[in-house]
């Protein structure tokens, strides 16, 4: 069983930067697909970002592009999110989740197609 558990969410002033964290542990992190997601308060589940398994390919909402930036450390079992110039509207609880399918860019938006998911770390920017 896969487990997730993010770390280094917070509250910051819109323009400032978090970077956030994914531990896992109890299967072969190199093999699973990755993702983060957010989900602001009263709202759905939407993709933010997503990285392959050898983290040479990277998927990005888009109004995020140029902003954040996805990474993995297959060495280490982590998974973070660099969150720079961060707005308002970027308020939401983050949450990292992984599947294991072929092709990591097919459907990686999608919060149901994912198998294992964090308990999620809130992140707030206010003005």
């Known amino acids: 069983q896969v487990q997730l558990v993010e770390s280094g969410g917070g509250s910051v002033q819109a323009g400032g930067s978090l970077k956030l964290s994914c531990a896992t542990s109890?299967?072969?992190?190199?093999?699973?697909?990755m993702a983060w997601f957010r989900q602001p308060l009263g709202k759905e589940r939407e993709g933010v970002a997503a990285?392959?398994?050898?983290?040479?390919?990277?998927y990005y909402l888009d109004s995020v592009k140029g902003r954040f930036t996805i990474s993995r450390d297959n060495a280490n079992n982590m998974l973070y999110l660099q969150m720079n110039s961060l707005q308002p509207e970027d308020t939401a609880m983050y949450y990292c989740?992984?599947?294991?399918?072929?092709?990591?860019?097919?459907?990686?938006?999608?919060?149901?197609?994912?198998?294992?998911w964090g308990q999620g770390t809130q992140v707030t920017v206010s003005t």
């Open positions: 109890g299967g072969d992190f190199s093999t699973y697909c």
């Open positions: 990285i392959s398994r050898g983290g040479g390919d990277v």
């Open positions: 989740a992984s599947r294991h399918v072929v092709y990591c860019g097919v459907g990686w938006s999608g919060p149901e197609n994912f198998e294992f």
